[in-house]
């Protein structure tokens, strides 16, 4: 099998690869009477042709002759080769408007479409994803926002740090003051959050500590969805009925925000799931969170003041209290500062590169090499012109005529 790394076409440019040069060099070596590997030619990558060329890597022109294209982003439209097997993030299975003339090209074109984000084991758990690097590189953002805010400490934005190596140095530089971080979310994106508030040496206290303590010093809180939903009945809460019918439950967050100076937002949201807080609600002088750094960025989702996404070149947009008017950044000291940006690990994108690629050796490559594979046909949205049975749902969705 001829597996083939393809460009990144998606503009603004992804910078992140399936395999690092050192990875598939391994690879290559562990697999050599059954995997070849080619890397299509890119001045973006965060590893250079030549860094794949000196690992024995052959770097071409044309990747048409592979077997199986891999990318990271949405392959453009006009980019799509007929005929051929691709895996990339195609941002397509929640039926996302602005990506469906792409499934609908992939169909066209009789192309064999795996998604990263369907990829799971035997159990159902996701086995590839980038949801910790969105968690690093989220919490220094919302870091770096807080200093730029507050005046206190100037970062090195994410983007220009080498790597994680160099971002970690740039952490010393945090100076803040008995300030309540409030963190949203225990998973993969979560973790993330907290290792970066652990490196900085903030500690972490309960939820409860977090309500009713004063603290001379900065602390943070991770909150399970039991810390700030309630069932709207009886007040109880059950996790198992949250998941499934999350449309019976309301917040209980806004007791956080009054006592809270930043919020890390990390969880999975629910659209049948209430907001944590109303718009309405930052109007309120209890209302104390000045700087919200939405690693989910759901637009219009969980986060009322997420009302657009930010770019790395444009990080953050400011929300006025009282009009809600969407402002420059900084742009008014009593404004709630807002970083959204939807491509966080592009941010630090060796590192990323490296642990997605991990990822892949581990739970991707041993199925290529199965003759059948029950978890590859479950990732795959599209074969042979048509929907798998996996993503008949996606029917009406592709049959809608591109707006």
Known sequence: MKIGLIKEGKVPTDRRVPFTPKQLSHLSELYK??????????????????????????VVGDISFCDLLMGVKEVPVAQLISD???????????????NRKLLQTVLEKNITLMDYEVLKDENGNRTVAFGHWAGIVGAYNGLWAYGKKSGLFDLKRAMDCFDKEELQQELGKVQLPPIKIVVTGTGR????????????????????ELLQHYF???????????????????????????????DKYESHFLKFAEVSDILMAASYWDPRAPKLFEMEDIRSEEFSIS???????????????????????????DIDRDTFEVLPAFGKQTSI??????????????????????????HLIPELLKGQSRILDQATIAKEGDLTIEFIFLKQYINTPQE
């Open 33 to 58: 009477d059954t995997l070849s590997f080619y890397v299509e030619s890119s001045p973006f990558r965060c590893f250079s042709d030549e860094e794949y060329i000196q690992e024995g890597i052959e």
């Open 189 to 208: 994106v979560g973790k993330g959050v907290v290792e970066i508030l652990q490196l900085v040496g903030i500690r972490q206290v309960g939820a409860k």
């Open 291 to 317: 700087v919200v750094a939405d690693i989910t960025c759901d637009i219009n989702g969980s986060i009322p003041t997420t009302l657009k996404p930010s770019s790395i070149l444009d990080p953050i947009y």
């Open 337 to 362: 500062s807002v970083m959204a940006i939807d491509n966080l690990p592009t941010e630090l994108p060796r590192n990323a590169s490296e642990d997605f690629g991990k990822q892949l050796m581990q």
């Open 216 to 246: 001379d010093e900065p602390v943070f809180s991770v909150l399970s969805t039991e810390e700030y939903y309630r069932r709207k009945t009886d007040g109880g809460y059950e996790r198992q009925e949250f998941y499934s019918s999350p």
């Open 84 to 98: 051929k097997t691709y895996i990339f993030f195609s941002h397509t299975i929640k039926e996302q408007v602005h």
